[in-house]
């Protein structure tokens, strides 16, 4: 079978390989053609046994379409950031497209970010809030036709479309889980107040402890940094004021839980027999501490899924689009423990 003139395998080689059209080639190899059918097997296979790579980029500046979307992480790229990132990542490849990432401080730098994205003309951008501060805004004179998708934190624009977790449902899972397993008294150690995120779950913890009766003292619901230093020393504080202490903790995140596993070790407080602990959001951390930690399950998938429809849906709608889609509870050793004399001896699970 012949090649290029410079012997590298061409597009119409893998389609005769393939026994389909070069358009089809084409298709597949770009992430156009969805299906996972014989036909792209077919192609994929070809492809590989020719060693026939696709120029995406020469195919773009032809096409002028750049088949890069831009990602603003406003933060650092561990954490939530990081599964993003490595979600969004594997899903544009798998498409033939490719991601351009910029990681900023501030709301000056997330602007300059987005102009410099928008003058490389991407096919839209996703910025990611820092967990700590809300942005303030965002450009006001790009171009109408390219799509912005924030995930998480507090909407800034009428002219860009929101993703992310519903923080009041989380919350509520997280307390109807302690109120089944028979907690009574409840903590919280919150991150500060500085998002509208934070503050959405400080009122619905706050509402939900009163209707339910949990309604904690007030030297138990405290506001700070989320480290493990911090959570070790606020559970190590209460549980040594006096006879009275939580039997449940709520932490901000999974730094502020780990941290309150080590004070009840210390003290001798069993968990979860005698307290016990619950974070935001889910970690590999919170798989291989001991006891597990019971911890919120962000929709990663989902996000990035909506993000990237809401990049590729521009033009096809005039508003642009809020989506809160439900998170789920990781229940594990933290929280869950057999009843005595109940017959429901299943292990922890997933409840959404």
Not at 61 to 72: K, N, P, W
Not at 202 to 224: A, K, R
Not at 302 to 324: C, T
Request: charged letters at 20%.
């Amino acid at each position: 079978m012949g090649h290029t003139a410079d012997n590298k395998p061409s597009i119409a080689n893998v389609a005769a390989l393939a026994g389909v059209s070069t358009a089809t080639v084409s298709r597949v190899l770009s992430g156009h053609r969805s299906k996972n059918d014989d036909i792209s097997r077919r192609v994929r296979t070809a492809a590989e046994k020719l060693n026939y790579s696709a120029n995406f980029a020469a195919s773009a500046l032809r096409s002028d379409r750049s088949r890069t979307v831009g990602l603003v992480l406003c933060g650092t790229s561990a954490g939530l950031d990081g599964s993003i990132l490595d979600l969004l990542s594997r899903r544009l490849t798998e498409q033939g497209r490719y991601l351009l990432v910029i990681s900023v401080r501030g709301d000056q730098e997330r602007e300059a970010a987005i102009r410099s994205m928008a003058a490389r003309q991407v096919e839209g951008i996703i910025v990611v809030p820092s967990p700590d501060d809300d942005p303030v805004g965002m450009p006001a004179d790009l171009p109408s036709e390219l799509p912005i998708v924030q995930v998480g934190g507090r909407p800034v624009s009428y002219h860009t479309s929101w993703v992310g977790m519903d923080q009041a449902a989380s919350m509520r899972l997280i307390i109807a889980h302690l109120a089944e397993q028979n907690a009574h008294a409840v903590a919280y150690l919150s991150r500060e107040l500085s998002t509208s995120a934070a503050s959405e779950l400080f009122t619905t913890f706050s509402t939900l402890t009163n209707t339910l009766g949990m309604t904690p003292q007030p030297d138990w619901v405290q506001f700070g940094p989320c480290s493990m230093q911090r959570g070790h020393d606020a559970v190590a504080t209460m549980l040594s004021a006096g006879n009275d202490h939580p039997d449940a903790i709520i932490c901000g995140d999974d730094s502020l839980a780990l941290g309150a596993l080590m004070a009840c070790n210390q003290l001798g407080f069993q968990v979860p027999d005698q307290i016990k602990v619950a974070a935001f959001v889910d970690s590999p951390a919170c798989l291989v501490s001991s006891p597990t930690l019971t911890a919120v399950k962000t929709p990663l998938e989902g996000i990035v899924q909506e993000a990237l429809r809401l990049v590729d849906a521009k033009g096809q709608s005039i508003l642009p689009s809020h989506v809160a889609l439900p998170p789920a509870l990781e229940c594990r050793e933290s929280t869950w423990s057999p009843r005595i004399g109940s017959s429901n001896m299943t292990s922890p699970g997933t409840f959404a």
